[in-house]
């Protein structure tokens, strides 16, 4: 995407220095069929191999499937490129490294080693994203402990998330520092359109967890009081036919 700009890079703010900056050389267009490519590629197998593992897998479970496999690929791999590369991320001219460039156009601190990000994203890397393919690999096996690692995955989505924009906004509100561009494009596309994802649909999961596990307790319950029951009447039976 060509852009005009005065300082030596596109990004807000516009005094951050970025040294060794290289503007992308490939189009955003051809970026974004690459990247959609190699994800439907790891999705498409990944669904795959869980419906030859277990048949009876249903469509709501691949969509679930779908879901932590996606995180997974994109925390350990797309961030986990970011952690690993992110001292020389704005010289580089690989896919993963132009995709961040063109992303950065709505959070610079992804250009400039911003200590938050980089605490942030090695706590993704190294926790949330392997969490993501265990949930994945109990939902394509039946496994209940799925339930368990959705909340706490859901959970630390939603927390990272809030996290994300309360701290762009707190150094907005009180220092008067943007790190995105004002276009609409990187602002509500690209920073809050791309990160959105990450509140509705770990929300929705969240919520479907608890009402699971809540229902296997309430059914335990039922099941204590009916055995409880049954445990009243037969000692009653049996007392009186002992008198």
């Not at 795959?48 to 419906?51: D, E, G, I, K, S």
């Not at 706590?123 to 949330?128: E, H």
């Not at 394509?140 to 799925?146: E, I, M, P, Y």
């Given at each position: ?5 005065i ?7 516009q005094?951050?220095s ?12 051809v970026l974004?069929?690459c990247f ?11 669904v795959?191999?869980?419906?030859r593992w277990n048949?009876s897998l249903?469509f709501?479970?691949q969509l679930?499937?779908?879901?932590f496999?996606l995180?997974?690929f994109?925390?350990c791999f797309?961030?986990?490129?970011f952690i ?6 704005p ?10 460039k063109?992303?950065a156009?709505s959070?610079?601190r992804?250009?400039t080693?911003d200590?938050?990000?980089?605490c942030?994203?090695s ?6 994203g ?5 949930a994945?690999g109990?939902i ?7 339930y368990v ?5 859901c959970?630390a989505?939603l927390?990272?998330?809030?996290l994300y924009?309360s701290?762009?906004y707190?150094?907005y ?12 494009l990187y602002?509500?596309?690209y920073?809050v359109g791309?990160n959105l994802?990450?509140?509705v649909?770990?929300a929705?999961?969240l919520?479907?967890s ?8 309430i059914?335990l319950?039922?099941?204590?009081r009916?055995l409880?029951?049954?445990n009243?009447?037969?000692?009653g039976k ?6």
């Open positions: 995407m060509a852009q005009t700009f300082f030596n890079h596109p990004y807000y703010p005094e951050e970025i040294p060794g900056y290289v503007p992308n050389v490939t189009p955003v267009t974004l069929a959609g490519t190699v994800l439907g590629v790891v999705l498409s197998v990944t795959t191999v869980a419906r048949p249903t709501s479970d679930y499937l779908c879901w496999a995180c997974g994109l925390h797309f961030e986990g490129y690993v590369n992110h001292e020389t991320l010289a580089s001219q690989n896919l993963f490294a132009q995709l961040w063109e992303y156009l959070d610079s992804y250009m080693s200590p938050f990000m980089l942030v994203e706590i993704t890397v190294l926790f949330w392997p969490l993501c393919w265990a994945a109990c394509a096996t039946g496994n209940s402990l799925r690692l959705q909340v706490i995955v959970l989505h927390y990272g998330v809030a924009y701290t762009c707190a150094e509100r009180y220092l008067g520092v943007s790190h995105s561009r004002p276009e609409f602002y509500w596309v920073y791309f994802p990450w509140v649909v770990p929705i999961i919520l479907r608890i009402q699971a596990i809540q229902g296997v307790f059914a319950g039922k099941m204590e009916t409880r029951i049954a009243i009447s037969r000692h049996e007392s009186k036919k002992s008198n």
